[in-house]
Nanobody
Framework: QVQLVESGGGSVQARGSLRLSCVVS?????????MGWFRQAPGKEREGVAH????????HIADSVKGRFTISQDNAKNTLYLQMNSLKPEDTAMYYC?????????????????????WGHGTQVTVSS
């Protein structure tokens, strides 16, 4: 059974940094599949923040956080990371880690929320001005 557990959220002032972690169990990183971070603010739709195609390491970062956020994976620790720098109040949201079941050859699939089968419960990030 695949389980994803996020941690690392919290409250921070604008221009601060946080690193989110997602420990994944029951999931084989050796296959080329999509993993990603999403966020959802109150009253807004869930949006993709950063994605990675495991096996290739190909990444995609949303324009809204490009240059500030970085996604990475540590296969030895079964952990997905989201490094968030220069945080802004508009980054305030619940952040979710997600993983896909289908093996893919292109990271293009990682952009779609429907690609993901497994979700964590989320970790809250609050950025104050």
């Amino acid at each position: 059974q695949v389980q994803l557990v996020e941690s690392g959220g919290g409250s921070v002032q604008a221009r601060g940094s946080l690193r989110l972690s997602c420990v994944v169990s029951g999931y084989a990183y050796s296959y080329s599949r999509c993993m990603g971070w999403f966020r959802q603010a109150p009253g807004k739709e869930r949006e993709g923040v950063a994605h990675i195609l495991t096996g290739t390491g190909s990444t995609h970062i949303a324009d809204s956080v490009k240059g500030r956020f970085t996604i990475s994976q540590d296969n030895a620790k079964n952990t997905l990371y989201l490094q968030m720098n220069s945080l802004k109040p508009e980054d305030t949201a619940m952040y979710y880690c997600a993983a896909a079941r289908t093996v893919r050859s292109s990271s293009w699939y990682c952009l779609s929320t429907s690609e993901y089968n497994y979700w964590g419960h989320g970790t809250q990030v609050t950025v104050s001005s």
